[in-house]
């Protein structure tokens, strides 16, 4: 009888509090993305236009290359410098390029952190933990490896990773932006595209702090 005494309010909360702390960290957090890797990614834009996406991740360099190569369409080059500056451009005939200047630089390795976990799930043959932030991205990646293989944008852009070769880096030559970029004259010529509106919403979402995406 005396010994139901030790359950005192306080040693209640207390159970309580270890168990929801328990729970907590025991949900899983992304992998931080290795510093530099290569990746191939399908992607089907929300307006079901296929795309094959380059993706040269470099972030000692401070550097970002998307190639991306429209269904029978163009090829557009989208490189992101970590001063700010990114560049879009063809390297076909229409010579087309423009430059934004954008306070946020690139993406960072950490950038998924402070992502709402939400279990697992299969996606494209493979169990992955899933994560959403901000009500933009949805974030799979594989249980055992790590490896993203999927995300979608709530813009209706889906992305499959194809491949993920980490330590993989571009060689240098191929992240110099052609001289029409650097031409005033070149102004009104330049490419848009909708997966590039969607990496640029990416690399804003690093920029929201976890604590205020209950709020969005
Ligand atoms: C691409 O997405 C559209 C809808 O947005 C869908 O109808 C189409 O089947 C998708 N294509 C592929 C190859 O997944
Ligand atoms: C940022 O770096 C790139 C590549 O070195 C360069 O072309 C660009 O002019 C730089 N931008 C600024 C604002 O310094």
């Given at each position: 009888m005396g010994e139901n005494k030790t359950f005192s309010p306080k040693s209640i909360i207390c159970f309580v509090f270890s168990l929801i702390s328990t729970v907590i960290a025991s949900s899983p957090v992304p992998q931080p993305w290795p510093l530099q890797f290569h990746s191939i990614l399908v992607m089907n834009s929300s307006k079901g236009v296929l795309q094959i996406d380059d993706l040269w991740y470099d972030f000692p360099n401070g550097r970002n290359f998307n190639i991306i190569q429209s269904q029978l369409g163009q090829k557009l080059y989208s490189l992101e410098w970590n001063n700010g500056t990114s560049f879009y451009y063809t390297l076909?005939?229409?010579k087309a390029c423009s430059s934004k200047q954008d306070p946020v630089g690139i993406l960072r390795?950490?950038?998924?952190?402070g992502a709402n976990y939400l279990g697992q799930q299969y996606k494209d043959g493979f169990l992955c933990n899933v994560w959403e932030k901000a009500e933009i991205v949805w974030y799979y990646e594989d249980?055992?490896?790590?490896a993203p293989v999927y995300w979608y944008f709530h813009t209706g852009t889906i992305a499959h990773f194809m491949t993920f070769e980490v330590g993989r880096v571009l060689e240098d030559p191929n992240w110099q932006a052609p001289?029409?970029?650097?031409?005033?004259?070149?102004?009104?010529?330049k490419p848009a595209l909708e997966i590039i509106a969607t990496w640029n919403l990416m690399r804003q979402?690093?920029?929201?702090p976890a604590s205020l995406k209950v709020y969005l």
């Open positions: 076909d005939s229409d390795p950490n950038w998924l952190e249980v055992i490896t790590k001289v029409y970029c650097f031409e005033e004259s070149n102004e009104q010529n979402l690093q920029s929201i």
